[in-house]
Nanobody, 125 residues
Framework: QLKLVESGGGLVQPGESLRLSCIVAGGTVDHHDIGWFRQAPGKEREGVAC????????KYVGSVNTRFIITRDNYRGTVLLQMTALQPEDTAVYYC??????????????????WGQGTQVTVSS
């Protein structure tokens, strides 16, 4: 059974950066697509950035593709989300999730079956 643990969240000012880390353990990491998702208060959980099992294919959702970068290291079992130019609308709980690998990378929450507990990101002046 895969276990995912997120870290790196916190309180930052608009325009600043954060790097989130996800440690994936308990299974064959390189058989799974990994994604970052977020949920703001009163909103549905949404995809942010996802990466294929081999790290080659990525998918970004919405406006984050010019500000966020997702990378993975299967040897270390880690997936990083580097976030720059953060804005108040990026405030949310950020989750790391894993899915059995798909033919094409997907970043829909319903396609992911293994979830971490989340880490809070707050962007405020």
């Amino acid at each position: 059974q895969l276990k995912l643990v997120e870290s790196g969240g916190g309180l930052v000012q608009p325009g600043e950066s954060l790097r989130l880390s996800c440690i994936v353990a308990g299974g064959t990491v390189d058989h799974h697509d990994i994604g970052w998702f977020r949920q703001a208060p009163g909103k549905e959980r949404e995809g942010v950035a996802c990466v294929s099992r081999n790290g080659i294919d990525t998918k970004y959702v919405g406006s984050v593709n010019t500000r966020f970068i997702i990378t993975r290291d299967n040897y270390r079992g880690t997936v990083l989300l580097q976030m720059t130019a953060l804005q108040p609308e990026d405030t949310a709980v950020y989750y790391c999730a894993a899915a059995e690998s798909h033919a094409a990378i997907t970043c829909a929450p319903s396609d992911y079956g293994y979830w971490g507990q989340g880490t809070q990101v707050t962007v405020s002046s």
